[in-house]
């Protein structure tokens, strides 16, 4: 209660002086594009709002260690930005984009986010804070020391995975997974306690991995998002004409992000293949066998979830191509 009364006595500081400074937490380091476009959406803030809100990003998640959802809520930082699937606190709905093979393209990923996002906003509001924007990864592959062909080369590997869903994903193909935090995956490497990555290829030319790996394979098993929200108690400090003006950064910053990440993706890969990754697609075998397992993954994310969770997948296999609807055979049984 004393931490809340102070927030808010600080914030009311904030609004008698007419201009309001926050911080925003950037999980990743500076040349990341998520750090890059939080950089970007800072400067539109300040040039919609002619000055009178200004956003400072820290990059390399120097303002918090622990759970970004609790951080922003508790006002322990204005801002922060998200790895969603890996936020604890946000219930099945921040799951859905880590869902392997949902998504088969960037056009799909940003559908289901469209139709996925007034969900995510209603879980930001549970946690006093007010969703902004949403960018997707590029599409999570492979890294290993071997080109993965078939389940037999997930024998015995140790691979680094990000969430529940992509833990479940490698120890169902005959994998062993590890849970690390990102900071740790080069040295873990180093040491063999990982010998694999499941990540995006953006994540691997940041993490220097043609260093420790020889391989990515591109299985396309998820387009996860990374999103941007605002505390609300900060929020609700701001007249309408800031508010409005961080909206439009937000849509703005949005809109190019998407279509940066694509751009993202292609020179990641022209970089580490530079550098000596061998870059291979997904054999007709392998994407089968993995398939059956990300149906059978699914079937039993549906099991259990909420009307509303259900629905967005009903909406989006109802618009989606005969590829994306035999993703979802199981879905209405």
């Not at 605002?230 to 409005?244: E, G, V």
Request: proline share 3%; aromatic share 10%; with cysteine.
């Amino acid at each position: 209660m004393l931490k809340k009364c102070l927030l808010v006595a600080s914030l009311a500081s904030l609004v008698l002086a007419g201009n309001v400074k926050m911080d925003l937490n950037a999980k990743y380091g500076a040349n990341n594009f998520h750090t890059k476009g939080a950089e970007q959406f800072a400067k539109l803030v300040k040039d919609y709002t002619k000055g009178s809100v200004e956003i400072t990003v820290h990059p390399g998640s120097s303002l918090v260690k622990g759970n970004p959802l609790k951080a922003v809520k508790d006002g322990t930082v204005a801002m922060t930005d998200m790895f969603i699937p890996f936020t604890s606190g946000g219930g099945k709905v921040f799951g859905i984009s880590a869902l392997p093979f949902i998504a088969q393209s960037y056009d799909d990923a940003y559908r289901l986010y469209q139709i996925s996002k007034p969900e995510y906003e209603k879980t930001a509001k549970k946690w006093n804070q007010k969703f902004l924007y949403s960018v997707t990864w590029p599409a999570s592959g492979f890294y290993s020391n071997k080109i993965m062909r078939s389940f037999i080369d997930f024998k015995g590997i140790k691979t680094r995975t990000y969430d529940k869903n992509s833990a479940d994903f490698v120890n169902s193909a005959g994998g062993n997974a590890v849970a690390l935090p990102w900071g740790e995956v080069y040295s873990a490497l180093r040491t063999g306690l990982v010998n694999s990555v499941i990540t995006s290829s953006s994540s691997g030319k940041d993490g220097k991995f043609w260093e420790v790996l020889t391989d990515f394979t591109k299985i396309n098993y998820a387009y996860p998002l990374q999103a941007v929200t605002i505390n609300l108690d900060y929020w609700n400090s701001l007249d309408s004409a800031q508010k409005d003006a961080i909206l439009k950064a937000s849509a703005e910053i949005e809109k190019a992000q998407w279509k940066a990440v694509k751009v993202e993706d292609k020179n990641a890969l022209d970089v580490m293949s530079k550098n000596g990754i061998r870059i291979a697609e997904a054999t007709p075998i392998l994407h089968k066998q993995l398939g059956i397992i990300a149906n059978n993954m699914l079937t039993k994310y549906l099991s259990d979830a909420e009307p509303e969770i259900k629905n967005i997948f009903k909406e989006y296999v109802e618009g989606s191509s005969t590829e994306i609807k035999t993703v979802f055979k199981k879905m209405k049984k």
